[in-house]
DNA sequence: CCTATCGATGTAATCGATTACATCAGAAGC
DNA sequence: GCTTCTGATGTAATCGATTACATCGATAGG
């Protein structure tokens, strides 16, 4: 920056002025400096400018294994608008292990982040609370009420009751739950907007059509033979991953029974496998990319202390109907 | 760090060293400081570390979209070398929009990554030759043998050959191909591995059974229709990767013909739903994580200078045998 | 006993921008 | 004509660690 000076007569607080506030430095002066800094090919160094100005315009972005295509929409939306608001991403992969993400931490308090965006964590309650009093987090798509963090979910509860609803509308009356694993909130919501769905249409919740699952494909196809092998299997299943309907629906075929004539199934997630598989899944859309692009959004005003207060967003999921439920709608 | 050589009774100097250095401290004043730390809670800025040293220990990763499976499955790989070796991963995605490596690039004149991973980037050739030449570069998986880089690639030749020649060895003789778009390396060895194989078995390659798609299942289904519109159809397909041929396989089944009985397909890259599809797919998988991770190594090496030569590192796909070529092994 | 060497530590320059404060010329107001 | 204000620019402190070089005491060798 000092060479640029020299080239260009002035000093380099002129030259950072011409860059960082161009307004206040004369017109003339102002050619001057970009005609030196053409001159030399200059570019500013970043890292003397973040150790200045405390800030790195990086933002990271914690995530449980991004090879999910969940967490991997959702990184896409926060991506896009980071690139828009000139923030940078850095990943933090934690495999599932919770103890990484405690490795992640340090990149704050040593100042490497701005801000951070949590997708299920796992961590413990006082830990995340002690971590967003002291710095601009948002958690998404799975959030516990007990932490005051602003946050960006969906509404599962809702969700889980219309994918239901949808299914007694249809003329069910044994209709199932395959649930995710039931340590996060999101799998609890769902599990309760069944119930609720199903006490709010009259009938009574048989606890044994419901099992829990892990969200992947094969633990959807051994929940679903369990609900096969009891006296009177159910008509329908709700499923709270689509990875777990296609498991469901892979063993209601290997009975020799069809989807959707003698078993309707409705997924979650809406992933893009769910319109090539056979049948094609009814299924619930999160709007992933969507709530990612608001993560960021709320977290940048968060570090630009425009938000003081945390804020909540919550989405709605769509319902696609298509051929596995039974009804086709053009 | 002044406040904890304060308290511990020495210099600035001790402290860092105490951290960087400890075999270069007694043993006593080192006991000093890692109380004095403790009792500050002390942290170190890592901003003012690396403008002192120019590294970031930060190296990024360009990637035309992390949405998708493949490109995701590489930069699980980078990141757990990373993360083993102290570096953190700065995401770029590009979304398919070539002028955004160009932000990208600045990221490196401005210091602000110690070296960069591409993933199919579409880089003019001298552009990707001049940075390589000034900056640590690794280009995966698909990568132009006319720059001067370090690489990690897959064989796409041998493996396109050798799907071929499995549908070949099935008895096949009128074998058809679908390949990626024709403007990267990859999609151009596949076919032409699919032309060797042809050849080599002693047949002519039949240009009218050969069908440009871009990877995405409805243009795996467009070229399918239009292989199957033609007076002698093929006997067997060979897509360029999974997506397509769960395409091809709609398109055949909705002509009322059965995969593998009357087409048998093979498809390339054993995404997750490769097993699940009906029939499940006979495929090549690519070994996406061990590529990532050998990427990041090489990078490291670079960065190091352990390596002043550009290094390439060629892997080989595996033929993964399921439903859908006809054979099924036990 | 004196000097060379070494180990442990301190002093202060350094990385390269940003920015509070100082300076100065010229315009405006009285 | 003198003061005051304003706009443009320069000077130098600053961010917080790292590290070349300096210092000093102790030990070893002669």
Redesign the interface.
Known sequence: MSDVAKLAGVSTATVSRTLQNPETVKEETRQKVFKAIKALDY??????R??RR?E?K?ILVVVP???N?VF??I??GI??VA?ERGY????G?T?HRVE?IY?YI??F????VDGMIVLLSNLPDPVLQDLANEFPIVVTPDAKATVEVSTVTLDNVESGKRATDHLLKLGHRRIAHISGTLDITSSQDRLQGYQQAIVEGGYFVDHTLIKEGDFT?SSGFEAMSALLNTSVPPTAVFCASDEMA??AI?SIKSRGLKVPDDIAVVGFDNIK?SE???PTLTTMAQPLFQMGKKAMTVLIERINNEALEEQHFIYQAELIVRESCGVIFR
Chains 1, 2 share one sequence.
Request: net charge neutral; proline share 2%.
């Open positions: 570019m500013p160094n970043v890292l003397a973040q150790l405390m790195t990086t294994n991004i090879e295509n991997s929409q990184v896409g991506d896009a690139n940078k991403v850095l990943l992969n495999n990484k490795d340090d990149h308090k040593q100042r490497q494909f296609m498991g892979k496998f090539v598989f056979e």
